[in-house]
């Protein structure tokens, strides 16, 4: 059975996004190696039926190229906030989690308070709960920017391994939602969009298997899912 592991709000619309497409010339789909994957940030596990996979994704990228390992969770417990305060409501959007990143930045896990490590989410998604001087540390994570690349000269599935190519030298991934409707054991996951769930994932690079190029991801359950996480 499909696991209930999600948390992904739709993403509105706003004409104010950065369209990676307009601000640079992507390049072409020729000069993109067979395969290419950016790195392998730390593999985080979200928990059995939390809503906190935007958080994790989003600090899974922001990881790539800070180096450090990221308290992941405080991107969820100030995204909370910037969506209205209800740290009960259900999940992130992805823009609100590149607002946390770029305007508060994420603190370093060596920052987090070492009694959080045994804290469970209805502690940490509330953001009175962590204290006051991680804002600070958080800055040290800051992020510059964040882009749309579901616009571009191609479909998505090229646009986004232009992109990756385009920012290699940041080590740069990407954080994109899809419906949950495959099985944990799958390698290959065939979305048809029929599941019920939105999930955020981790977007690495793209490799090929049995002669077809695949987006290469990484999720936040642990080693549980595909090969190895």
């Not at 020729?30 to 039926?49: A, I, R």
Request: hydrophobic letters at 40%; glycine letters at 10%.
């Amino acid at each position: 059975m499909n696991l209930t592991i999600s948390g992904l709000k739709p993403k509105t619309q706003d004409p104010r996004d950065f369209k990676v497409g307009a601000i640079i010339d992507l390049p072409k789909l020729e000069e993109l190696p067979d395969e290419y994957v950016v790195g392998f940030p730390t593999l985080l596990d979200q928990g059995y039926g939390t809503d906190s996979c935007a958080a994790a994704a989003s600090g899974a990228v922001a990881e790539l190229h800070e180096e450090v390992q990221l308290a992941w969770l405080w991107i969820f417990a100030v995204g909370k906030l910037l969506e209205g305060g209800d740290p009960d409501s259900f999940g992130l959007e992805l823009r609100t989690v590149g607002k946390v990143l770029t305007k508060y930045g994420v603190p370093s896990l060596i920052d987090m308070p070492t009694d959080f490590l045994n804290q469970d989410l209805s502690f940490l998604r509330r953001i009175e709960n962590w204290p006051p001087e991680m804002y600070n540390k958080a800055l040290q994570h800051k992020q510059g920017s964040y882009f749309d690349v579901s616009s571009g000269p191609y479909d998505i599935f090229d646009n986004l391994r232009a992109s990756l190519w385009a920012f290699r030298k940041e080590k740069n991934g990407f954080i994109f939602g899809v419906i949950w409707s495959w099985m944990l054991s799958q390698v290959i996951m065939e979305i048809d969009g029929q599941g019920q769930f939105g999930h955020a994932l981790c977007g690495l690079g793209w490799k090929q298997k049995d002669g077809k190029t695949y987006i290469y991801v990484q999720n936040s359950t642990g080693d549980r899912a595909g090969e190895e996480g």
